[in-house]
């Protein structure tokens, strides 16, 4: 009942898809991968991530999605939780558009793969002590940190002049005090888990080491020189917004020109960072200075990707630190949890800063 017409269309449709496919290789992914920036020096290219991506790309092509998608939920916790890897895939997904023409669906998946990749190429070992004075429930506790908790080496001690021996020679993640004594209250990361660690003492220590750096120093990453009121026009436009504050930020030199470029770039792209009405323009940096981020309060709140924009936050990190990376994770974390009118009525740095150590 098609028609002559509509059979050559669909067999014309069907005819391009099967070219597609045929241009699509685990060679051609590597190609295009190799020119995603940071993905080399990062040494993400597994078979893994070749394997997931050009399977991806695969379904893509047999089962095209012409009509655009319309997402139901937002993505901006798992961005938050990998800003590196989506930001690698908004790289690939361009190159990828650029040289094959493929209609995707479920874009985001390739972040995700991205962030599978990172994630299965975290290879260090960070120390923490085990205080504990039973030597079977110390074996057994330590088997179950270092099972659950990916990437940590657990050193026993017996005794707290175990402890500050230990101390000596490595600098702890965290202490887990899983005996009897009482630990001095100058040393600090310390938490305290009696008997024998369940699965809720082991996201206990998950959530400490993923927290307790920033925490502690705050100011070493949000620093107050750089922060500052923008008095932007109630009909001002996001691209002029992120360009003056990046043009001020350069010349009080807390970022560089390049630097500058890159979260000015990334922003006109689309798909940018927004938790709870804070704007995370971003860059990854090759500096050897830490992470910073400065915090910018707006006169009028201001519409990005078609959600209201009630402050900013630029921040400039270095992909291949992993701790860093926790700084985005700690970030949406704080956020969500905190009322939408809160982060709206912030007024400045100090506001921010009491938000972080809360």
């Not at 992120?242 to 001020?248: G, M």
Request: hydrophobic share 45%.
């Amino acid at each position: 009942y098609l028609g002559e017409n509509a059979l050559k269309t669909l067999h014309g449709l069907l005819d391009k898809q099967q070219q597609q496919a045929m241009t699509l290789s685990a060679d051609t992914v590597i190609a295009l991968l190799q020119r995603v920036p940071g993905v080399v020096t990062l040494n993400l290219i597994d078979t893994q991530l070749v394997e997931n991506i050009t399977g991806h790309l695969l379904r893509c092509v047999s089962a095209p999605v012409w009509v655009p998608e319309h997402r139901q939920s937002s993505m901006n916790n798992l961005k938050a939780a990998w800003p590196a890897a989506f930001d690698m895939s908004l790289r690939f997904i361009a190159l990828l558009r650029e040289q094959l023409e493929i209609p995707l669906f479920d874009s985001d998946l390739i972040g995700l793969y991205f962030a599978c990749a990172l994630e299965r190429h975290q290879n260090e070992r960070q120390p923490i002590i085990l205080l504990s004075d039973q030597n079977a429930i110390a074996t057994i506790n330590q088997q179950a940190i270092e099972r659950d908790v990916l990437n940590c080496r657990v050193i026993i001690a017996r005794t707290p002049s175990d402890v500050y021996a230990i101390r000596q020679e490595v600098d702890p993640l965290l202490i887990v005090n899983n005996s009897h004594y009482l630990l001095d209250d100058s040393l600090k990361n310390v938490l305290t888990i009696k008997n024998i660690i369940s699965a809720v003492g082991s996201e206990q220590i998950k959530n400490f080491l993923a927290t307790a750096f920033i925490r502690q120093q705050p100011e070493r990453f949000f620093s107050e020189p750089g922060s500052f009121h923008y008095m932007n026009l109630a009909d001002e436009t996001w691209h002029h917004i992120t360009h003056q504050i990046c043009d001020r930020l350069v010349a009080q030199e807390h970022i560089t020109r390049d630097e500058a470029l890159r979260i000015c770039a990334r922003e006109d792209e689309g798909e940018n960072l927004i938790i709870n009405h804070l704007a995370i323009p971003h860059c990854w940096s090759e500096q050897t200075r830490h992470f910073r981020g400065f915090f910018i309060t707006l006169a009028h709140p201001v519409q990005v990707n078609n959600e209201p924009v009630s402050h900013v936050l630029i921040a400039c990190a270095a992909a291949d630190a992993r701790h860093e990376l926790k700084i985005f994770s700690y970030l949406a974390s704080v956020l969500c949890h905190q009322p939408t009118e809160t982060i709206c009525e912030l007024t400045g740095y100090d506001a921010f800063m009491s938000l972080l150590k809360q």
